[in-house]
């Protein structure tokens, strides 16, 4: 693993005079598995789309074997024979499995048959349980990302970059996709691996490169680096004991009971599940894929309904409410912020300061209210921005050409602009940064100690222990235990999500 195979030197890339990334030196070595971490903004996107065609550089050089090229689209860079699986998805929903595989390098005469069979072959060379024959729009996050990963490998790629490949891919998948990384790099192919979870770059990479605010702050290899050495170069400070670091000695008290849910049932997700949430706390609800916590709340704040017959009782302020859509539920103070933010989150053509206005218009309308001038708007965006640090050059610049990180303080920031007094947070911190997560919990901590109910449903067990003062655990549909912070345990809770 000596020989570089791509290289980019000095690379500058600027918006509107900004830079995104700043004289970034950057060598990637034939047949390594080389990670890329920093904060959200840090240019991580930034520097992999000029290698992959998607930006051109505003300075600089980019070298691919030895010899110098610039590619301006996808296209050029692939038959450079760089590819990227974007960490959104750029397949063709109406089209198959099979066809997207296979799109760009049909031939003249296709039996979609033969491409049928090629594709079930391949993926199966991959341990991908993906059917070919599948329309694209009905399959889950993980399994578009499986048909992303694979049409990277198809298109015999010598370098392949992957922006947050495992962020919805569960423990079973993300163990093929490791197995696949290293199948690449025995043949030969050179991966760069853009993850926030550092734990996934230790364990994958031969090498690491940390960016910070634009700039190349340290490359080496994976066995001169720990957690703690990467989260300072990336912040710049020491965020071990911020994160997720000493057990809780103090909880907060519960204070008037805000919300009831008594036997509510939905389809074959929610069975007769009850809980409380009380307000001026943190409720931490943890359980595995298919526990059903995130269709209670969607339930609770009126995204989807309950059975008509028997579904059981929501109380809120010991009121009966039966929300069918989540106008009346914003309303009356209760604010959902989904655990996919691409998708349900956001606007992604309007500005920061438009997302965040129509966050306000909701309440507004569902009040009866009267609507705000455009300047007053604006003003309102920009207030909200700079209260959750959401770094972008303007408030102007749209949802899209955020990072991770912001993006989802924006998502909180429209939702936080209703004031709610329940604020239900569902994976509040999936795909963000550790500088942003600190800030999300500082932020979510900052609302219970205002007095709101707070609810935090999350997957990562160690995030559930740090922020809750009560944790509820739901297996098979329903909350199944209960335990102050103060007694809970990793072992306690495991036990209850899995027996």
């Known amino acids: 693993m000596s020989t570089p195979i ?19 030196d950057f060598t990637l070595l034939q047949g390594e598995v080389h990670a890329l971490v920093g904060e959200n903004g840090a240019g991580k996107s930034t520097l992999t789309k000029v290698m992959a065609g998607v930006v051109t550089l505003t300075s600089g050089q980019m070298l691919v074997e030895g010899r110098e090229a610039m590619p301006r689209t996808p296209n050029e860079a692939r038959d450079l024979g760089v590819a990227m699986v974007f960490q959104e998805n750029s397949l063709v929903p109406t089209m198959t499995v099979a066809q997207n595989l296979f799109l760009g390098q049909e031939k003249f005469f296709n039996r979609l048959r033969g491409i049928y069979i090629a594709a079930q072959q391949f993926l199966q060379s991959l341990n991908f349980d ?12 993980a399994k578009k990302q499986m048909v992303e990963i694979a049409r990277a490998v198809l298109h ?9 490949p495992t ?13 696949l990384v290293r199948d690449l790099k025995k043949r030969g192919v050179s991966v760069i691996f853009i993850s926030h979870a550092l734990e996934e770059a230790l364990l994958i990479a031969d090498r690491i490169t940390v960016l910070r605010d634009g700039k190349h702050v340290v490359t080496d290899d994976v066995a001169r680096f720990d ?14 004991q911020t994160l997720y670091g000493q057990r809780k000695t103090t909880v907060r008290p519960a204070g008037k009971r805000v919300l009831s849910v008594q036997n509510l049932r939905m389809a074959s997700m929610v069975k007769n599940n009850s809980l409380s949430v009380f307000a001026g706390q943190i409720t931490g609800v943890f359980g595995l894929v298919g526990a059903g916590r995130t269709e209670t709340f969607k339930v609770v704040s009126g995204v989807i309904k309950r059975d008509f017959f028997h579904g059981g009782e929501i109380l809120l302020h010991d009121k009966p409410v039966r ?11 209760i604010a959902y912020i989904t655990e996919d933010r691409k998708i349900e989150g956001f606007f992604e053509t309007m500005s920061i300061a438009r997302n965040i206005y129509i966050g306000q218009l909701a309440k507004l309308r569902a009040k009866g209210g009267s609507l705000i001038s455009g300047s ?3 003003a309102l965006g920009e207030t909200w921005a700079k209260a959750l640090n959401i770094r972008a050059i303007s408030a102007d610049v749209k949802a899209v050409e955020l990072s991770g990180g912001n993006q989802q303080k924006m998502v909180i920031a429209k939702s936080l602009v209703q004031e709610p007094e329940l604020v239900i947070f569902d994976e509040p911190t999936r795909g963000v940064d550790v500088g942003a997560i600190a800030e999300i919990h500082r932020l979510i901590n900052d609302l219970a100690d205002q007095g709101k109910a707070v609810v935090v449903i999350s997957s990562y067990l160690p995030e559930v222990m740090a922020l809750s003062d009560r944790i509820l655990v739901s297996r098979q549909g329903k909350v199944v235990e209960e335990y102050s912070a103060l007694e809970a345990t990793e072992e306690k809770i495991m036990y209850a999500a899995i027996h």
Request: glycine residues 4%; without cysteine.
């Open 167 to 179: 962020a919805s891919l569960t423990p079973e998948e993300k163990k093929y996709f490791f197995d």
């Open 6 to 24: 791509l290289e980019l030197r000095k690379a500058t890339k600027k918006y509107a005079g900004v830079p995104a990334i700043e004289d970034v």
């Open 227 to 240: 957690r703690a050495r990467i989260v300072q170069a990336m912040v710049g400070r020491d965020l071990s």
């Open 376 to 378: 007053a708007a604006k």
């Open 323 to 333: 929300y069918r859509v989540p106008a009346p539920a914003v309303r009356d103070g």
């Open 130 to 141: 993906v059917a070919p024959t599948a329309t694209v729009s009905l399959l889950g996050a």
């Open 156 to 164: 015999n790629a010598k370098v392949i970059i992957f922006d947050e």
